[in-house]
């Protein structure tokens, strides 16, 4: 009798291993770490890299002590580099470190019931950024380009301070059906920000040059965008602490300027630029003075959820905070 149940005892965890493939045994699969394809490298001194790249190490090792991927494989790649036409006076590179969740998946087309496979491309990643604030239409460490064709940036929304680090909200990615959004931080010195509200008089000067610039490019509409400048110089004639406020203004207005309109109004933006007095101007150009860190997550698979949850628990903003200025 002994011997038979020692033969069950030890044929029972062979059954167990030689399940089909599933969804649910995947996910709770342990996961690995992959080294991805290195990323470009562009105008980068081989000085800078070399301390771009441990800057970046550092992030990887917060991360994988503290972090152990379960049901996926996460690959990891950095990029180094700018376009140096893509802003006017640098301060500092941007460089960044990005993680992507590739789920482990069942082969339901193999006659290998316990084949499985990952994802070639997901919906669920993490970037963090050094110096460059991606959803800014890519803020840098430096003045808008000359030729840039707003003079300004557009903010969706103010951040929002949460347990000492700036919250830059979270937006839906596509489609809402697809429930994929991006959740944004952004960790500074201190209280202060890399960029400035543009007030109502400096957004109106632009306009109204622009406005300018088209009259010349095109006379024949002279009759036409003349309205707009006529607006333009009216509301610069209103009180000066009106005209201090921040510049708030609809999508659909950019091009014809028609009023401002109250924050939080549906299709607004904040006009903002890079405020260069934020940066210690006597630091090497390797050093970051600030992270932005953005998580993008599915929120339609369990296994996209467990990862970006206990990834937000390995990511330390109070350590990303101490690498400020070194």
């Known amino acids: 009798m002994k011997y038979k149940i020692t033969i069950v005892l030890f ?5 167990l291993f030689a399940q089909d493939c599933s969804k649910e045994l995947l996910a709770k699969k342990t996961g690995t770490w992959k080294a991805g394809m290195k990323g470009s490298v562009q105008n980068v001194s081989v000085t800078d890299l070399a301390k771009e790249k441990a800057v970046l190490a550092g992030v990887h090792k917060m991360i994988a002590e503290n972090y152990h991927p379960t049901g996926c494989e996460v690959s990891y790649s950095n990029v180094f580099g700018k376009n140096k036409g893509a802003a006017g ?9 990005a993680m992507y969740i590739l789920r482990y998946l069942c082969d339901n087309n193999s006659a290998d019931k316990l084949k499985y496979y990952k994802d070639i491309s997901t919906p669920t990643t993490v970037h963090i950024a050094a110096n460059e604030i991606f959803s800014l239409n890519n803020l840098y460490a430096g003045s808008l380009a000359a030729d840039d064709p707003r003079g300004y940036l557009k ?8 347990d000492g680090y700036y919250f830059m909200g979270e937006e839906i990615i596509g489609d809402r059906a697809d429930k994929i959004k991006e959740y944004r931080w ?8 890399p960029f400035y509200y543009v007030s109502q008089k400096e957004y109106l000067l632009i306009q109204r040059k622009r406005l300018e610039k088209d009259i010349q490019d095109s006379p024949g509409d002279k009759k036409y965008l003349d309205q707009f400048i006529s607006n333009i110089d009216n509301y610069l004639k209103r009180p000066d602490d009106e005209l201090k406020q921040p510049a ?3 999508w659909n207005e950019e091009q014809q300027f028609e009023k401002f309109v109250a924050e939080g109004t549906s299709g607004s933006f904040i006009a903002i630029k890079p405020n260069l007095d ?4 006597k630091l090497p150009v390797s050093s970051p003075q600030f992270f932005s860190v953005v998580y993008k997550i599915s929120h339609t698979d369990p296994v996209f959820e467990e990862n970006i949850s206990n990834i937000q628990k390995a990511v330390d903003f109070s350590a990303l905070r101490n690498m400020l200025g070194k």
């Open 11 to 15: 044929l029972f965890p062979i059954f």
């Open 155 to 162: 903010l969706t929304k103010r951040p929002v301070k949460k």
């Open 278 to 281: 934020y940066y210690r101007k």
């Open 186 to 193: 952004l960790i500074t010195y201190n209280d202060t920000l």
């Open 248 to 250: 708030i203004c609809m």
């Open 89 to 97: 006076a640098w301060v500092a590179d941007p460089y960044h470190y």
